[in-house]
């Protein structure tokens, strides 16, 4: 008895140190205050909470794992920037373990491996930059279901999107594609069986046929020195030009006034800028606006 009542005093305390751990905001972890790190708040984190990142730079050299249900929210994409390491990133789902994430308002600087994301159904990446190092791919997706990738920058990376295994189902809208070998990649996986045993007219068609597991749908992106798509084709809205960057060379992606990206977004009202105008293409809306 007297340990079933210490139990539940524990217990207790533990949800009270929850909700108290950002007045107003049961549900919040804070990096840094609650948690020092990200790895640190994603270990502590249960479904349903935001972990809520300050501006500053934050290196996750051995990554962290995002656990079902969990939002990671940055202070801004020019504010808050996360440096992974040589594992990079994954949200991997078995067996439906990991699904509803969402990652919005940051930067991530990928360096060898990229964001992979796989087997999740419902997720969200929005108004973040992505900046890929050594030529690396900024974003690997894999058997995902109702997955958005919504004003966002993906900067200099040998592949920008790759899909990979499918079935995927996966919208990208109002985002930037910029100076990347390969914009989007629709990767073919080899045919089963041996190769040399496969007739050639056989393998032809395999590899000129669209994949069938894949639904992309792309609209209002923007593509600058792009060189190829690969078994995929830009959206009827999508555009190919210049962004005019404030100074890419120096990682400022905000948007010039004479950027054709300023209220080059979906006309929609729900993808409205905050200030009630029509939708910028890219992670950072001008700031001009009157």
């Known amino acids: 008895m007297k340990k079933i009542i210490a139990f539940s005093v524990i217990l207790f305390l533990s949800l009270c140190l929850r909700a108290s751990a950002a007045p107003g905001d049961k549900y919040a972890i804070r990096v840094p205050g609650d948690c020092k790190t ?3 708040a994603c270990e502590k984190s249960f479904p349903g909470d935001t972990i809520y990142i300050g501006a500053g730079e934050y290196t996750e050299k051995e990554g962290f794992t995002v656990k079902s249900n969990i939002k990671l929210v940055g202070q801004g994409a020019d504010k808050t920037l996360i440096k992974l390491g040589k594992s990079g990133l994954s949200i991997i789902s078995t067996r439906g373990s990991v699904n509803n994430v969402a990652i ?8 060898g491996q990229p964001l992979r ?4 159904d419902s997720f969200l990446l929005k108004d973040c930059v992505l900046i890929s190092r050594n030529l690396s791919t900024c974003i690997e997706v894999s058997g995902v279901k109702n997955a958005q990738i919504l004003n966002c920058n993906i900067v200099n990376a040998s592949y920008g999107l790759m899909l990979w295994g499918g079935p995927i189902e996966l919208a990208v809208r109002n985002s930037v594609f910029y100076n990347n070998k390969v914009g989007i990649c629709s990767a073919k996986l080899p045919p089963q069986g041996n190769p040399r045993d496969l007739p050639k007219e056989y393998l032809e068609e395999y590899y000129n046929k669209p994949r069938e597991d894949i639904n992309l749908t ?6 600058y020195n792009v060189k190829d798509f690969i078994d995929c084709r830009k959206g009827e809205k999508d555009v190919l030009l210049d962004p005019r960057f404030a100074n890419a060379a120096k990682d400022d992606f905000h948007l010039r006034g004479d950027s054709p990206c300023v209220d ?14 029509r939708n910028d293409i890219g992670a950072l809306p001008f700031a001009g606006k009157k």
């Not at 919005?104 to 360096?111: G, P, Q, T």
């Not at 994301?117 to 999740?120: A, N, Q, R, S, Y």
């Not at 792309?218 to 593509?223: E, G, H, K, M, V």
């Not at 080059?264 to 105008?277: C, L």
């Open 218 to 223: 792309l609209a209002y992106n923007l593509f």
């Open 264 to 277: 080059g977004g979906d006309p929609d009202a729900k993808y409205n800028d905050p200030d009630g105008s």
């Open 104 to 111: 919005k308002d940051l930067s991530i600087e990928v360096n």
């Open 117 to 120: 994301v796989g087997g999740v």
């Open 38 to 40: 990200i790895r640190e």
